[in-house]
């Protein structure tokens, strides 16, 4: 059974850094895409990065990059978000996604399995 565990969430000031982390347990592919979303109250979720795990190719929300880091240590199964300079806009519940097949990275439906999610607040 896989599972997609999140944590590292919580609040912080902006300008602050935060960095989640994804462990994935029982996934039988050894290359799958692996992607941070979230959502913001009142708001549709949307993609934030994501990270092929077999090559390393990286994707990012143009609201994200030069801010975001997406990295993976496949010794541990676990998928990082490092989140710097963050902003009151970037307060969501994060979640991680894990997917095999082809697909664009943002949409949803390219992910087969999520995770619970973890809330980030960043106040002003």
């Known amino acids: 059974q896989v599972q997609l565990v999140e944590s590292g969430g919580g609040s912080v000031q902006a300008g602050g850094s935060l960095r989640l982390s994804c462990a994935y347990y029982?996934?039988?592919?050894?290359?799958?895409?692996m992607g941070w979303f979230r959502q913001a109250p009142g708001k549709e979720r949307e993609g934030v990065a994501a990270i092929g795990t077999g090559l390393g190719v990286t994707y990012y929300a143009d609201s994200v990059k030069g801010r975001f880091t997406i990295s993976q240590d496949n010794a541990k199964n676990t998928v990082y978000l490092q989140m710097n300079s963050l902003q009151p806009d970037d307060t969501a519940v994060y979640y991680c996604?894990?997917?095999?097949?082809?697909?664009?990275?943002?949409?949803?439906?390219?992910?087969?399995?999520w995770g619970q999610g973890t809330q980030v607040t960043v106040s002003s």
């Open positions: 996604a894990a997917g095999y097949g082809g697909g664009t990275w943002y949409i949803e439906s390219r992910y087969n399995y």
């Open positions: 029982g996934y039988a592919y050894s290359s799958h895409l």
